[in-house]
């Protein structure tokens, strides 16, 4: 489909056609404004390993070195996004307010906000310290990355999304988890708060979504909403099966 549009393009540009065949469609926050393309997109859920899988996943990371083991941590804590974690800097961690400020400048929607992490990650962070500074004093490079590669080659420079995106490909590998991927851990941290019930704008917030129709993907993902109506629906139908019960008997 696209290399056939793409020939249309073409013999639109040149004039040698009055009308594109295979018109695009448009997205719009107006419904009304939305045009239907060709052919239909597919909307899948995202893919979540179940408990079984991010526990083999965990098993994994666990034997992993520390830096691994806290990007880990914070990815899934934070619900960031790749480019987001290898952004971090050391002042956008509050240590003793488990509190991270994630700036505009490393956000996709250019949207900053704050996320929090546990006790064991903040212990973590805390051995993590000592091993940055060892590598920021030998490598003499001035930045203030908290993640930072060890390679021969940019030792000591700020750790890319690419390198990032290696090693969760390696360690799911082993897992024999091919799906899993950086973006992984961010699906299954706002899938994990829809299930323990936080609200829907709280999560959006806390994901930093501009739009609450994203975040409904977690809430479907979760079954929280059908199983609360499942819920519901069976106490009103065992109600009436009593009832019917009562009459006949």
Same mark, same amino acid.
């Given at each position: 489909?696209?290399?056939?549009?793409?020939?249309? +393009?073409?013999?639109?540009?040149? !004039?040698?056609?009055?009308?594109?065949?295979?018109?695009?469609?448009?997205?719009?926050?107006?419904?009304? +404004?939305?045009?239907?393309?060709?052919? @239909?997109?597919?909307?899948? $859920?995202?893919?979540? @390993?179940? +408990?079984?899988?991010?526990?083999?996943?965990?098993?994994? *990371?666990?034997?992993?070195?520390? &830096?691994?083991?806290?990007?880990?941590?914070?990815?899934?804590?934070?619900?960031?996004?790749?480019?987001?974690? *290898?952004?971090?800097?050391?002042?956008?961690?509050?240590?003793?307010?488990?509190?991270?400020?994630?700036?505009?400048?490393?956000?996709?929607?250019?949207?900053?906000?704050? *996320?929090?992490? =546990?006790? @064991?990650?903040?212990?973590?962070?805390?051995?993590?310290?000592?091993?940055? !500074?060892?590598? #920021?004093?030998?490598?003499?490079?001035?930045?203030?990355?908290?993640?930072?590669? $060890?390679?021969?080659?940019?030792?000591?420079?700020?750790?890319?999304?690419?390198?990032?995106?290696?090693?969760?490909? #390696?360690?799911?590998?082993?897992?024999?988890?091919?799906?899993? =991927?950086?973006?992984?851990?961010?699906?299954? &941290?706002?899938?994990?708060?829809?299930?323990?019930?936080?609200?829907?704008?709280?999560?959006?917030?806390? #994901?930093?979504?501009?739009?609450?129709?994203?975040?409904?993907?977690?809430?479907?993902?979760?079954?929280? %909403?059908?199983? %609360? !109506?499942?819920?519901?629906?069976?106490?009103?139908?065992? %109600?009436?099966?009593?009832?019917? #019960?009562?009459?006949?008997?």
């Amino acid at each position: 489909m696209t290399v056939v549009r793409l020939f249309y +393009d073409d013999l639109l540009r040149r !004039k040698l056609i009055a009308e594109h065949p295979l018109p695009r469609g448009k997205w719009s926050d107006n419904p009304r +404004d939305r045009i239907r393309g060709v052919l @239909p997109r597919d909307r899948g $859920l995202p893919w979540v @390993p179940d +408990d079984l899988q991010w526990q083999r996943f965990l098993e994994i *990371v666990r034997k992993e070195p520390l &830096r691994t083991r806290l990007m880990t941590l914070l990815a899934y804590e934070g619900a960031l996004r790749r480019e987001t974690l *290898v952004g971090l800097e050391v002042g956008d961690v509050d240590l003793p307010n488990r509190l991270i400020t994630i700036r505009p400048e490393i956000v996709k929607g250019g949207k900053g906000n704050v *996320v929090v992490f =546990s006790a @064991p990650t903040a212990n973590a962070y805390a051995r993590y310290l000592p091993e940055l !500074k060892a590598v #920021a004093t030998r490598s003499r490079r001035m930045n203030n990355r908290l993640f930072r590669s $060890l390679s021969d080659r940019n030792y000591g420079s700020g750790l890319s999304p690419w390198t990032w995106n290696k090693i969760v490909t #390696a360690l799911a590998a082993q897992a024999d988890l091919p799906r899993f =991927s950086p973006h992984t851990f961010r699906h299954m &941290r706002l899938t994990h708060m829809a299930r323990a019930g936080f609200e829907l704008l709280e999560i959006a917030r806390y #994901a930093g979504h501009r739009q609450l129709e994203t975040t409904m993907v977690y809430i479907h993902l979760s079954g929280r %909403e059908l199983g %609360e !109506k499942v819920a519901r629906n069976m106490r009103i139908m065992d %109600e009436q099966l009593r009832q019917i #019960a009562e009459t006949l008997a």
